[in-house]
């Protein structure tokens, strides 16, 4: 059996998000780079896969980015990938989803991956699109925002998280694709042994204009910060001042205190 | 412009979603078309073509079907646009469409400005214009992005459609929402935990706080997913719809699945350590503190009172 994972690098959402110069994307200098957290999820579930048939699945993480995304691939091979795929990008911000799983298709497709795990969605840009994108390109089955995954006889019984707590169950025969929500499964930290593991195991270099057959459906025309709400109050300074400031506001603006 | 807006249905009975992408066609100015797959017993009210499909043949989670029935209509009407809900329906099938139709897809439109579609990115703490290239575009809708201006009217013309589909996703059941400890909908007052609390240690800090306020503990999914609060206190669109007089949210930095759920909150107060969490385009109060400092002084001075 042959699992593909496909992860993405994004900067950790605390940051503080600036416009770059050209006002097309977000400034990539000074931020903390992390793994896709929805990707976390895919990836502990591809080894649990591979725990569950005795370690005979292979798994191929994928990631599609710049030469830091690297570490993205590192630190799935230290949660239990067995081999990293990096198509190298250093403009892959610029390119939309639809490019982006054009890419990943034109590798996946000769690989015949029985299972692919993508995460629902990146950080960044929150598109979802993706791991749906690529199903359709290829042909398999799709199946969105799980929450529960069974595998059992070449064939995977899925909760699907839908509105207001409901959960869908569905049944898809391998191969197909599933995105993967928060609370799938509880992602492994990985041990310091299998960071140095993680180290010697395969990382292959691809370049991305070998892999690229389309062109862009959309593009990103400006970025910008949100408006802010109009007449919002913000208070700063020293705790028991704060305290009594937004006490005194409570008692004026609500009937909490009556 | 022609927009083919995409309703949605669950379990029989269509979801107000629908009318956002109305509100959202007469946002824009286009002239609507309307497709879901439903039934007959429960049509929006819309005074315009309805093409339905029957739910009991074409199932509730059917996509190659429910693709194939869309590009029908596609084929029959020529929209410019096809517009459907940023929810679990709509993001599973719009990806779908843009590859049948070689189309453009812009997920989770909040506005529409200068011609290019507003979405959000990084946790909505950034804006980005998208301007499709593609000849149709296929865009999804943020939950209450689009809100109507007044109730809807009228009566569809209702067209019945068919189409051949295999299904390659087997739908088995569902399974419904767990019924927990707590009935947030009713609740005057909701204080919140997020992953700004740190650890598990302190969600009583907010609890107290939620006691001291006569109110209920809520959460945000983080801290859910975590188990350090049950689901049935999750706030959001995967959680409840919450609309309480007052609602503090602590630590929360507010995604837009937490914001759909808690934005008919009367009166919002955030309690945030990042002046700039997104919480503060919806907060009335915003206070830039370290939640567990500020906490327990709340609770001591109301206490007092």
């Known amino acids: ?258 | 412009m022609k927009a083919l807006l995409v309703g949605e249905y669950r379990e029989g009975k269509l979801l107000g979603s629908t009318y956002e992408t109305l509100a959202f066609a007469q946002k824009i100015g286009a002239a609507a078309v309307l497709f879901a797959v439903g039934s007959e017993g429960d049509l929006p009210r819309f005074d315009g073509k309805l093409y339905l499909a029957d739910a009991g043949r074409y199932g509730e989670y059917n996509p190659p079907a429910h693709k194939a029935l869309l590009l029908e209509v596609i084929a029959k009407e020529k929209p410019d646009l096809v517009v459907l809900s940023h929810s679990s329906y709509g993001w599973d099938l719009a990806p779908r469409l843009a590859v049948a139709l070689n189309a453009a897809q812009v997920s989770e439109v909040v506005d529409v400005r200068d011609g290019a579609f507003v979405v959000p990115a990084c946790n909505a703490k950034l804006r980005r214009q998208v301007r499709p290239k593609s000849a149709v575009t296929v865009v999804t809708l943020q939950a209450g992005a689009f809100g109507l201006t007044g109730e809807p009217a009228g009566t569809p013309a209702v067209e019945r459609i068919e189409a051949q589909a295999e299904g390659n996703v087997e739908f088995v059941g569902y399974e419904p929402a767990e019924k927990g400890e707590v009935d947030l909908s009713r609740a005057e007052v909701i204080v919140s935990a997020g992953r700004g609390i740190g650890k598990p240690e302190n969600v009583e800090i907010i609890a107290s706080l939620a006691r001291a306020l006569g109110g209920e503990l809520g959460a945000s999914r983080p801290v859910v997913d975590a188990g350090w609060v049950d689901h049935s206190r999750q706030v959001g669109t995967t959680g409840q719809t919450v609309a309480p007089k007052l609602y503090v949210a602590c630590g929360i930095s507010g995604a837009i699945q937490h914001l759909a759920g808690m934005k008919k909150s009367g009166f919002v107060v955030a309690i945030n350590k990042d002046k700039d969490a997104p919480i503060g385009e919806v907060a009335d109060v915003l206070v830039v503190a370290d939640v567990l400092q500020l906490a327990p002084a709340l609770v001591e001075k109301i206490k007092a009172l």
Not at chain 1, 39 to 60: M, N, S
Not at chain 1, 155 to 167: H, I
Not at chain 1, 211 to 227: D, N
């Open chain 1, 1 to 258: 059996m042959k699992i593909l994972v496909c992860i993405k690098q994004v900067p950790d959402m605390e940051s503080r998000f600036k416009v770059n110069a050209a006002g097309s994307w977000y400034d990539t200098s000074d931020l903390a780079w992390r793994l896709n957290e929805y990707d976390e999820y895919a990836v502990e579930q591809a080894v649990q896969v591979k725990e569950q048939l005795g370690g005979a699945p292979e798994i191929t993480v994928l990631c599609v980015g710049p030469e830091r995304v690297k570490e993205a691939i590192k630190k799935a091979l230290a949660m239990g990938g067995d081999k990293g795929v990096h198509v190298q990008d250093e403009a892959s911000f610029e390119k939309d989803p639809f490019e982006i799983a054009s890419v990943i298709a034109e590798y996946a497709r000769s690989e015949h991956f029985d299972l692919i795990l993508t995460g629902m969605q990146s950080q960044d840009r929150g598109s979802a699109q993706v791991g749906v994108l690529l199903a359709e390109m290829l042909g398999i089955p799709a199946v969105t925002t799980i929450v529960g995954f069974t595998l059992e006889n070449g064939a995977v019984t899925a909760k699907r998280e839908l509105e207001g707590g409901l959960k869908a169950v569905v049944k898809a025969r391998l191969p197909a694709l599933f995105t993967c929500q928060l609370g799938l499964n509880t992602p492994r930290y990985p041990t310091l042994p299998n960071i140095m593991k993680a180290k010697k195991k395969e990382l292959a270099a691809l370049a991305v204009a070998d892999l690229l057959k389309v062109q862009p459906l959309a593009v990103t025309a400006k970025m910008t910060l949100p408006e802010k709400k109009a007449g919002g109050v913000v208070l700063e300074g020293e705790i028991g001042e704060l305290a009594d400031k937004l006490i005194g506001i409570l008692k004026e603006k609500t009937a909490v205190f009556k």
